[in-house]
């Protein structure tokens, strides 16, 4: 299928009140509508959104967008609407009834376009629905995530080239604003796009001027202070490494006058809604934040981004400087950077890592089971201390080796408010359906406000199977005699074959995470080597990304002579003194279950939460944090030598 200029062109005035396409735009489009799937590099703001939403109008069928971000997902359907196209999303926030409506108007076929989640994506139940539907695209965005050579790996990403065809979509649009030559093998090898059909924008950005300044910690505040009143009500973005870095600065800048507010992800969605709001209306021109800021942010004039801290890799600042100047203005990026802020970030890598012991027992746990299964990730992260996100990660390299196979999740239980009183909701019903709804709520536990329902306890104390249970309260919930909160999401899974030797397959996992915590070392240093440089910045960012550059760019802190370069100032190494050593026997001789291995220990001591330790409220523990300023490798070796005989 192909389509003249002015056709196209017709379209993109008529549904999207533009009279151009963007540079690298008709060149993906084309490509779509001639049937091949196609991989779009654009630079932030570089209009990668329209690349699938006008073909998605002239393609027969239903759309999908695979997204990471719930409040991205939000504004495009709203936008869509807003132009009169049939759009709608798959998310948590949604409630029973209103995921039911997007069912009926899938299998109606009244959508053009379905945006959801990978996680959601990965639901047996959605994946069944989507098998009645004609998908003749299916667009993935943040498309980096499946490489774990990129910055920003998602476990749930590596299932999606496999699900494209499962689902018999037809071409693949493949989206990310930052993917290194390397990465962008990887996903044009996965959703197999042929190479001329990889559309790369350049990353230079003429109107940004790049800047790096070397300092210590101890000078950072003043700096900070001397930029921002150089101009206080231009719009700034300020990235932090850690929550508490947020929500310090935003403090010190109020008590300065000067108008900023913290955002990051331990704050409520409500709180967070306001301050985005906040800043896109200006009545907040400063935000404190860390990288949980800007992702689907459409501000055109951020005249400044400043990194207080070093970014994690040449990736996550490419992305972050981009979201300044989408105008076409000038507007200046400037990286505060210090050696202590290396240390602190090797420290988070060297966390996540988890220990050859951890990896074994969830092995074991998930390994000797029968085959149908259901785990929490909740309550295995806590057992075996282990992030979230890593165990995600474990389970799905378990899945990509072939030994088990994710089903649908769902609920171990629901909180029940009811809205009328019950013998009301229970009038009209059949006498067997009213036996069955008494001994339903009968079979919860009553709070002041809400009955909560284990499912598990209702299907043995009734016997009556779990599909029925879960259908009646979602009746009564898309009738408004109820309110439900679901709690407790389980995992289900299937186990496809035997392990024939569980230490190798350990040392197998054990391998793939070392991996990961190099190429995360390696990505560190590439950021340091940058900030460090006396080369043109540009220079360095465009040949990290494939590019490369005749002249310097010319308007760089390098290129205009005012470039710091030469090692990273950094604090004197702390010493361990004899009251650390003294704190850390008597928290030995507390016993804390959550500090028992070295590495345990050393997480803690290096201010660095587990999920065991958050569960047993350690944190609270004046010994947390006590080694913070020491590298993580010293303080596991340390630990090591207490607890190992």
Not at 192 to 216: A, G, K, M, Y
Request: a neutral charge; hydrophobic letters at 40%.
């Amino acid at each position: 299928m192909g389509l003249s200029n002015d056709e196209c062109t017709r379209v993109l005035r008529d549904r999207f009140g533009l009279e151009r396409f963007r540079s690298g735009q008709r060149e993906v489009i084309d490509a779509l509508l001639a049937g091949r799937s196609a991989l779009a590099v654009f630079p932030t703001g570089g209009g990668k959104s329209l690349c699938y939403q006008l073909p998605a109008l002239l393609l027969d069928g239903l759309t999908l967008v695979v997204s990471p971000l719930i409040a991205l997902m939000k504004d495009q359907v709203d936008a869509l609407k807003a132009r009169g196209v049939a759009a709608e999303r798959l998310d948590s926030t949604l409630s029973a009834t209103e995921v039911a409506d997007v069912y009926r108007k899938m299998e109606a076929g009244k959508l053009k376009l379905l945006f959801v989640s990978p996680e959601r994506l990965s639901n047996e139940k959605l994946q069944a629905r989507l098998a009645g539907s004609t998908i003749p695209l299916m667009a993935v965005d943040e498309a980096h995530c499946i490489s774990e050579w990129g910055h920003n790996f998602r476990p749930d990403y590596l299932r999606l080239a496999n699900l494209s065809r499962e689902i018999r979509a037809s071409r693949v649009l493949a989206l990310t604003a930052t993917a290194t030559p390397k990465v962008a093998d990887d996903i044009l090898e996965n959703f197999r796009i042929e190479r001329s059909d990889h559309v790369q924008l350049s990353f230079h950005r003429p109107n940004l001027h790049l800047r790096v300044t070397h300092c210590l910690e101890n000078e950072k505040r003043a700096l900070l202070l001397a930029r921002l009143r150089e101009d206080p009500s231009a719009p700034t973005i300020i990235y932090g490494t850690r929550q508490e870095t947020a929500e310090s600065l935003a403090a010190f800048l109020k008590r300065h006058d000067l108008p900023a507010r913290p955002y990051h992800a331990g704050l409520r969605d409500e709180t967070r809604a306001e301050c985005q709001e906040a800043f896109m209306s200006g009545e907040a021109p400063i935000i404190t934040a860390t990288i949980a800021f800007g992702m689907g942010i459409d501000k055109a004039d951020i005249r400044r981004v400043i990194h207080y801290n070093l970014p994690k890799s040449l990736e996550n600042y490419t992305q972050e400087i981009g979201r300044a100047g989408r105008d076409g203005k000038e507007a200046a990026c400037e990286l505060f950077a210090c050696g202590d802020d290396e240390r602190a970030l090797e420290n988070f890598v060297f966390a996540d890592t988890p220990s050859p012991e951890a990896i074994r027992r969830v092995l074991d746990q998930i390994l000797n089971r029968q085959d149908e299964f259901h785990l929490s990730h909740y309550e295995m992260s806590g057992v075996h201390d282990i992030r979230p996100m890593v165990l995600h990660t474990l389970l799905t390299y378990l899945e990509l080796e072939g030994y088990v196979e994710a089903t649908a999740p769902f609920y171990a239980g629901y909180k029940v408010k009811f809205m009328r009183d019950r013998d009301e909701i229970l009038h009209g019903f059949s006498d067997g359906r009213k036996r069955f709804l008494r001994a339903l709520f009968s079979s919860g536990k009553e709070g002041r406000v809400w009955l909560a329902i284990d499912v598990e306890e209702a299907v043995e104390s009734m016997q009556e199977s779990r599909e029925r249970i879960v259908k009646a309260l979602g009746h009564l919930e898309t009738h408004g005699d109820v309110v439900l909160r679901p709690a407790g999401v389980r995992h289900g899974y299937r186990r496809l074959r035997e392990v024939s030797s569980l230490p190798a397959l350990t040392r197998q996992m054990q391998e793939m995470f070392q991996q990961r915590e190099d190429r995360d070392l390696a990505r560190l240093r590439q950021v340091v080597a940058f900030a460090q440089s006396s080369r043109c910045r540009y220079e360095g960012l465009l040949t990290h990304f494939g590019e490369s550059m005749r002249n310097p760019c010319g308007h760089c802190d390098t290129c205009d002579g005012r470039g710091d370069e030469g090692v990273l100032p950094r604090s004197p190494k702390p010493e361990m003194t004899l009251e650390h050593t003294e704190s850390v026997q008597v928290l030995l001789r507390e016993k804390n279950g959550p500090l028992r291995t070295p590495r345990q220990l050393a997480r803690f001591l290096c201010g660095l939460s587990s999920p065991a330790a958050t569960r047993a409220r350690l944190q609270r523990h004046e010994a947390f944090a006590l080694l913070e300023g020491h590298s993580f490798a010293d303080v596991l070796a340390y630990c090591e030598s207490l607890l190992i005989p």
